[in-house]
């Protein structure tokens, strides 16, 4: 999974409880994407990342936020888990030459359950 | 996804050609992927083609990409077992892919 790690790789939490979810990677790679993955929707970008403390929001971004402090990891927080969040999280990376930037690379997912 | 299309699923036999057909809306579109993604696995880069090709060929993979009617198709030739799997085709304008619902590729004996 081109050096990313997504922590954990399985939560089961409640409705309410916070959530944060980590990518970290060991490309130095510039950008960093949360997707998430529901059947019949594919894959919707959540929020990404152009550099470190530098972030926007994507198509699904309400209930979430992130932050980048340092290059190698990008956290994904709900502050209030609700039960629609329940899905799989999958982070990714991309360069910043030419091509590489447009390329992804995709981490292994995180699965969450809120209850 | 709205604007990536695919059929949401495929059945073939083994040792047949697969293609799976994707439509998309953007015409500025730069690049064009395919992805793998295996259960309970990350989306895996399988290849990708320039907006000013109209083919590419990798081993047993052919991306054929009509600008014209903004179709791309993925054609996997010698289908095996380990073919299956859920395949998804994604665009890039700017410099965020939109991506298509998947379509799951089913290979029987």
């Known amino acids: 999974d081109a050096g990313i790690t997504q922590s954990p790789r399985h939560k089961v939490t409640e409705t309410g409880t916070p959530v944060t979810l980590r990518c970290h990677q060991t490309?130095?790679?510039?950008?960093m994407y949360w997707y998430r993955q529901d059947p019949g929707h594919g894959l919707r970008l959540i929020h990404y990342?152009?550099?470190?403390?530098?972030?926007d929001k994507g198509e699904v971004s309400d209930g979430y936020s992130v932050s980048r402090s340092k290059t190698e990891d990008f956290l994904l927080t709900l502050e209030s888990a609700t039960s629609s969040q329940t899905s799989v999280y999958f982070c990714?990376?991309?360069?910043?030459?030419?091509?590489?930037?447009?390329?992804?690379?995709f981490g292994a997912g995180t699965r969450l359950s809120v209850l | 996804g709205e604007d990536v299309e695919q059929s949401l699923f495929l059945s073939v036999r083994e040792g047949d050609s697969s293609v799976i057909n994707c439509t998309y809306t953007?015409?500025?579109?730069?690049?064009l992927y395919w992805y793998k993604q295996e259960p309970g696995a990350g989306l895996q880069l399988l290849t990708y083609?320039?907006?000013?090709?109209d083919m590419k060929q990798d081993q047993r993979l052919t991306v054929l990409l009509n600008k014209k009617d903004k179709h791309l198709s993925l054609r996997i030739a010698d289908t095996q077992t380990g073919d299956s799997a859920i395949y998804f085709c994604?665009?890039?304008?700017?410099?965020?892919?939109?991506f298509g619902r998947g379509t799951s590729l089913i290979v029987h004996p």
């Open positions: 490309e130095n790679h510039r950008y």
């Open positions: 990714a990376i991309s360069g910043s030459g030419e091509r590489a930037k447009n390329i992804q690379y």
């Open positions: 994604a665009e890039k304008r700017s410099y965020i892919p939109t």
């Open positions: 990342s152009y550099g470190v403390k530098d972030t």
């Open positions: 083609i320039f907006s000013n090709m």
């Open positions: 953007d015409s500025s579109s730069t690049y």
